[in-house]
Nanobody, 123 residues
Framework: QVQLVESGGGLVRAGDSLRLSCVGS????????MGWFRQAPGKEREFVAA????????YYQDSVEGRFTISRDRGKNMVNLQMNSLKPEDTAVYYC????????????????WGQGTQVTVSS
């Protein structure tokens, strides 16, 4: 099991930046690929970004490519999501998740989830 706790959400204006962080504990954090998903009201949870176990490979949803950056700090058991040029359509609850294996853009590949952090972007 991996316990995950997100932080860094908040209310910002369009064009602003936010940095989400997720701290992991339990099953060796370094053995997990990590991902960020989000869920807006009335919509299904969707993939945002992921990073491989080594940190050498990153993946993004098309709509955030070039604006969001995922990174991991193995020494701190932390994964971050830097979000720049935020848009109102980025408003959602953002979830950090850990994956032992499988395609990283698919939610079913993740077996541990954080509680989520709210990001609200006003126009």
């Amino acid at each position: 099991q991996v316990q995950l706790v997100e932080s860094g959400g908040g209310l910002v204006r369009a064009g602003d930046s936010l940095r989400l962080s997720c701290v992991g504990s339990g099953r060796t954090f370094s053995n997990s690929a990590m991902g960020w998903f989000r869920q807006a009201p009335g919509k299904e949870r969707e993939f945002v970004a992921a990073i491989s176990r080594s940190g050498g490979h990153t993946y993004y949803q098309d709509s955030v490519e070039g604006r969001f950056t995922i990174s991991r700090d193995r020494g701190k058991n932390m994964v971050n999501l830097q979000m720049n040029s935020l848009k109102p359509e980025d408003t959602a609850v953002y979830y950090c998740a850990a994956s032992p294996a499988g395609p990283l853009k698919v939610a079913a590949s993740y077996d541990n989830w954080g509680q989520g952090t709210q990001v609200t972007v006003s126009s």
